[in-house]
C-alpha cells in the first residue's frame, strides 16, 4: 500500500460531515487536509505543523482550498496549540505519524492532549493512525 493510499483510506474512515470543522496536527504538505475538505463542503480544516518548511508546502499545494475558506494553515506545534480569537472550537481532530501523540515523544503527551481538549467542542474525538485504520485516543477534558 501506498502512502497516498494509506491517507485516502485514513480520511474514508473518519467521521466527516458537511459543515464540519476539522483539526488536523501535523498536517505536513496538506496532502489529508486537502481530502478532508473536499468532504466538509461548507466546512473548514486548519492543519497545524511544528515545521515551518510543511506549512508552506501546503500552502503552495493548497491554493485552490485556502482561497475557498475551506482550509487554514498555521505553524505551530501541538503542546503550544491554542485557538486563536477567530477560532471556533473543532468538531473533530485527526493526526497521522504524529511522535507526540503515538508514543515516540511521550513526555510532550500530556501537555499535547490538554490542548486538543481544549481546542474541541465537548463532543468531538481525537483520532489517530494505528488502527484499522484509525485509533480513537479518549481525551480527559476539565468540566
Known amino acids: ?5 494509506r491517507i485516502a483510506d485514513f480520511v474514508a474512515a473518519l467521521p466527516l460531515k458537511p459543515g464540519m470543522r476539522v483539526l ?3 498536517c505536513g504538505p496538506g496532502v489529508a487536509a486537502r481530502l478532508v475538505a473536499a468532504r466538509i463542503g461548507p466546512g473548514m480544516v486548519l ?5 515551518a518548511r510543511a506549512i508552506s508546502q501546503a500552502q ?3 491554493t485552490t482550498e485556502i482561497a475557498a475558506g475551506l ?3 498555521r505553524h ?4 503550544d496549540l491554542r485557538l486563536q480569537p477567530e477560532d471556533a ?3 473533530l481532530a485527526f493526526a497521522m505519524r504524529v511522535g507526540t501523540l503515538d508514543g515516540r515523544h511521550p513526555e510532550l503527551a500530556e501537555q499535547a492532549l490538554a490542548r486538543i481538549a481544549a481546542a474541541l467542542t465537548p463532543t468531538a474525538k481525537l483520532f489517530i ?3 484499522n485504520p484509525l485509533l480513537e485516543i479518549a481525551l480527559h477534558r476539565m468540566t
Open 89 to 91: 472550537p473543532f468538531d
Open 76 to 79: 505551530v506545534a501541538v503542546e
Open 71 to 73: 482550509l487554514r494553515l
Open 47 to 51: 492543519g497545524i505543523d511544528r515545521s
Open 60 to 62: 503552495a499545494r493548497s
Open 24 to 26: 488536523e496536527i501535523g
Open 129 to 131: 493512525d494505528g488502527g
Open 1 to 5: 500500500m501506498t502512502a497516498a493510499d
